[in-house]
């Protein structure tokens, strides 16, 4: 199980995730929701610029019932965009981020999927069901993937946390 406290982001998120545009209409984000069973879907410029996150709730709360609006009209909402009801800012993580540090984050803030980015940049999407395969692969001892680092890269390692030693691995891409 101490393997798992090698693990990054970068070694359980889904790479180039599934997306919607900000004008994409409610009822294709409905369409993609049953399809799929995602509970969120990233919400992106044309340059992949994370803008929002439209999810299940975000869904639903076009749909509430106000003193204005008794019976919402189901047709009107349905053309509504995604960027109508997506939730902007959305927390987001790195993909160097130790994945114990996700899950942490993931219990104190009950999100069920984090967008991973590099700056604004939609990199990836990591859910719930992600950490749960890396932890039962640490559970059977299984380290994370070997990550692959370009050649031109003279990064230094970061340092290990005290009293553990550390082990940098390179590959040839």
Known sequence: MYEFLDYQVADAMTYRPLTVSPGTPLAEVEALFERHDFNSLPVVSRDGILLGLVTK??????????PQEVVPHYDEIMCRPSESVMTGDPITVRPDIPLTRLLQ?????RHRSFPVT??????G????????????RAAAGEGPKLRRTHPDCNRKPALAAPGRSQQVKEAVA
């Open 118 to 123: 590099i700056g604004a940049l939609l990199i």
């Open 125 to 136: 999407i990591v859910a719930r069901q992600d950490v749960v395969r890396a932890l039962r």
């Open 57 to 66: 709730l975000d869904f639903l709360q076009a749909f509430a019932f106000t």
């Open 105 to 109: 984050l993931m219990v104190d803030t």
